[in-house]
T-cell receptor
Framework: DAGVIQSPRHEVTEMGQEVTLRCKPI?????LFWYRQTMMRGLELLIY????????DSGMPEDRFSAKMPNASFSTLKIQPSEPRDSAVYFC????????????FGQGTRLTVV | DQQVKQNSPSLSVQEGRISILNCDYT??????FLWYKKYPAEGPTFLIS?????DKNEDGRFTVFLNKSAKHLSLHIVPSQPGDSAVYFC?????????????FGTGTRLAVRP
């Protein structure tokens, strides 16, 4: 398996534009996570899906952020409209969905909003 | 509210010596703990884990110690090698009721000097 695949690797956009980040989890994994890495907060969980259903979105910073998982092999994180403070590295991760199992991370998308 | 804390943002160690990275947590429901390693421009990769029923887990040069009463865990790397230079994240999950969701600390940057 190629692991968790994220696209794009880098995204530069202007303030106010819509940004869509994409993720393909590892085949057979039932849980999918979106994290954001910042210096101040480290790896911050934004949203967590299990069997394609959003379980916990309490980490989504505000209504400008939304995430979907239309099927077991694809998820998107959308920011609309984007703001400079959204600049960060966004990671997608997947796991088997059982207790006490590790999550596998993609290489991340570095988002810069100018 | 940072439930997992890594109070040392950086650590520098001589090659061959021991590296000790520390992590504290506040949520008494956490029962599974993990360490991840992250190189620049890559996603975090799983390193080692420990269940709350144990106080020590060893894997080669890496040992994780858990002190439940103090809500503290540490990662020991012996001997340290230049290739260990990376950011190390501590993570925890609360088991039943929260699924396999991981809460991360802010990370400690380890530099191993040749």
């Amino acid at each position: 398996d190629a692991g968790v695949i994220q696209s794009p690797r880098h995204e530069v956009t202007e303030m106010g534009q819509e940004v869509t980040l994409r993720c393909k989890p590892i085949s057979g994994h039932n849980s999918l996570f979106w994290y954001r890495q910042t210096m101040m907060r480290g790896l911050e969980l934004l949203i967590y899906f299990n069997n394609n259903v959003p379980i916990d979105d309490s980490g989504m910073p505000e209504d400008r952020f939304s995430a979907k998982m239309p099927n077991a092999s694809f998820s998107t994180l959308k920011i609309q409209p984007s703001e400079p403070r959204d600049s960060a590295v966004y990671f997608c991760a997947s796991s088997l969905g059982y207790l006490n199992t590790e999550a596998f991370f993609g290489q991340g998308t570095r988002l810069t909003v100018v | 509210d940072q439930q997992v804390k890594q109070n040392s943002p950086s650590l520098s160690v001589q090659e061959g010596r021991i590296s000790i990275l520390n992590c504290d947590y506040t949520n008494s429901m956490f029962d599974y703990f993990l360490w991840y390693k992250k190189y620049p421009a890559e996603g975090p990769t799983f390193l080692i884990s420990i269940s709350s029923i144990k106080d020590k887990n060893e894997d080669g040069r890496f040992t994780v110690f858990l002190n439940k009463s103090a809500k503290h865990l540490s990662l020991h790397i012996v001997p340290s090698q230049p290739g260990d230079s990376a950011v190390y994240f501590c993570a925890a999950s609360a088991g039943y009721g929260s699924g396999d969701k991981l809460t991360f600390g802010t990370g400690t940057r380890l530099a191993v000097r040749p």
